[in-house]
C-alpha cells in the first residue's frame, strides 16, 4: 500500500474510533460561521492554512461533501501519477515519500508547511467555497477541477453517510436530516451557498466545471476533458487505464487497499436518483422552490440539469 494511502486510512479509522467515544454535541465545531468535524479539522489548521502557498501546477479538485470527491479524486490522482512516470527528469512520488492526507482542510497545522516540501504536481482535494481558500489558490492561478452533483443526490447520499460514519452528527429521522439540509446546517456549510460561491468562478480560465451525472453518462469522454484541462500527456490507452480503475465496481473491491473500513461506508451506491427512493412530495416541493430561489438562472443552476435529474 502506498504511503498515500496509509496517511489517508490511518486518519479516517483514527477519527472513527476517536468520535466512538465522543458527545454528539463535540462532533462539530463553528469556525468563520461554518460547521466542520472537529475530529479531522481545528480552528489551529484553519488558521495555518491561511499561509498555504499554492503552485501553478497543483491540480485542485473542489467539491461539496457527497458529490463524488473520492471518486474524481481517484481519477486526478491516477492521471497525474501516470503522466509523471512518463516524464523522465520529474521527481517520482515514490512509498517512502511524505504524502499528505487529500483534503486541504483536514489534518493538523503543520501540515501546510510538510506540503511545501512535496514536489511537483501535487493533487489536492477541497469541501471549501473559494472565498474560504487560501488567496495564493487564485493569486497563482491553480488549475481547479469543480465538481458538481444533484442536490437531491447529494442530500440523500450525506443522510445515509452521516448516519453510518460515526465522526458526523447523525440524525432520527429523514425529515430531521432533511431539514438540517435545506437550513445549511452541514459540515462545511450549505449546499446552496456552495453552488451559489462556486458560480462567481465559472467563467475562470483555471476552473473546470463537470458533474456527476455527466461523468456517470460518460466517464471515458469525462475522463479525456479532465486530462486535456490539465495538460497531462497521456496515450489513449493510458487514459483507458485510468478509465476502467474508475469504474464504481472496480473502486468497490479495491476499497479495502484504498480506503480500509471507511470504503464500506463511502461505496454506497454510486448512481444517480437514488433520491427517488426517499424524498416524499413535501420534501421534492421545497427542494425545487429553494432550487429556483438560490440558483434558478445560475450557470452552474444550469448546468445541473435539475429538471432532467431532480423532477419528480
Ligand atoms: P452514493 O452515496 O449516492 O452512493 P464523496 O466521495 O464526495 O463523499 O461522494 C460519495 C458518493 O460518490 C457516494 O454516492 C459514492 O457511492 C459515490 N461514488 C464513489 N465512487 C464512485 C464511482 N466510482 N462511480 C460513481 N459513484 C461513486
Redesign the pocket.
Known sequence: MSKQRKTFITLVEKAMADAEEMAPEDLVFSYKGILYPSTVCSPEAFKALESFEARSDDVFLA????????????ILTDLVATSRKNNEGTRSLDDDELEEFPYLEVGDAEKYQRMADLPSRRVIFT?LTPQKLPASVFMNKAKILL?I?NPK??A???Y??ANRLSPLPSYKTWGDFFTAFMNGEMVFGSYFDYIFEWNKHTDDANVMTIT?EE??EN?ALGVKRISEFFELQLTDEEIQGVVDR???????ENSEKTHGAFGNV??????VS?WKNIFNEDDNQKMDATFEEQLGGTKLGEKLKYKVYCKA
Open positions: 467539491g461539496y461533501p457527497k458529490s463524488g470527491t473520492n471518486w474524481v479524486g481517484q469541501h465538481l452533483r443526490d447529494v440523500t447520499s450525506f445515509h453517510f456527476y461523468l456517470k466517464r474508475s469504474s464504481f465496481q472496480a473502486m468497490k463511502l461505496f454506497r451506491k454510486g448512481g437514488d
